[in-house]
Antibody
């Protein structure tokens, strides 16, 4: 069974940093594009960041929501089937449940369809 | 404000059909066939129910169907059941941008 499981959330003060991790299992991790999607309390879904699979010579393609550009960095460690989100300069409005999501199609040229979602990890930014 | 526009709520009686719209632009829904829909229950992660506008993952009931016309995608739920309640989100590929989501539609079975 394909699964992803997030960790690393918690309570952090404004301006602080946090690193989220997501471990994938039951699938060839390196073959899939991955996403971080967040949901603020009582709000909808927002793609925070996404990262393509590693293209041999070109590396990965990454995208960020405007609201996190310059503050968050997405990365992946295919040897350990793990996705990361390094979050810095955290703000109160970053408070949300952060979901790690695997794309639907392996070896795809584009990231188009979030498929398998983790249960989420809660990040609370508050003084 | 979400990138894609959905109605806040839709309701219907058991066994009826309802349709949820998702309005985008010529840069996302209108340009690509990569529209997906998700169902979310309270406290749970979203679940993929439609991808590529109208395809269903294995295990998803054929009571769920998707379509697209111009810049607007639609999800239809036929033969409404109590377990269909919850939040529904549309999602679209938008070119060189992060995937776009709608604001979500709360479905109530009367």
């Amino acid at each position: 069974e394909m699964q992803v499981l997030e960790s690393g959330g918690g309570l952090i003060q404004p301006g602080g940093s946090l690193r989220l991790s997501c471990e994938g299992s039951g699938f060839v991790f390196s073959a899939f594009d991955m996403y971080w999607v967040r949901q603020a309390p009582g709000k909808g879904l927002e793609t925070v960041s996404q990262i393509s699979r590693n293209f041999d010579r070109q590396g990965t393609r990454v995208y960020y929501a405007e609201s996190v550009k310059g503050r968050f960095i997405i990365s992946r460690d295919d040897s350990n089937n793990t996705l990361f989100l390094q979050m810095t300069s955290l703000r109160v409005d970053d408070t949300a449940v952060y979901f790690c999501v695997k794309d639907l199609v392996p070896y795809s040229a584009m990231s188009t369809t979030p498929h398998v979602w983790g249960p989420g990890t809660a990040v609370t930014v508050s003084s | 404000q979400s990138a894609l526009t959905q109605p806040a709520s839709v309701s219907g009686s058991p066994r009826q059909s309802i349709t949820i719209s998702c309005s985008g632009s010529t840069s996302d829904i209108g340009a690509y066939k990569y529209v997906s829909w998700f169902h979310q229950l309270p406290g749970k992660a979203p679940r993929l129910i439609i991808f590529d506008v109208s395809d269903r993952p294995s295990g998803v009931s054929d009571r769920f169907s998707g379509s697209k016309s111009g810049n607007t995608a639609s999800l239809t739920i036929s033969g409404l059941l109590p377990e269909d309640e919850g939040l529904y989100y549309c999602c679209s590929y938008g070119g060189g941008r992060p995937l776009l989501f709608g604001g979500g539609t709360a479905v109530t079975v009367l």
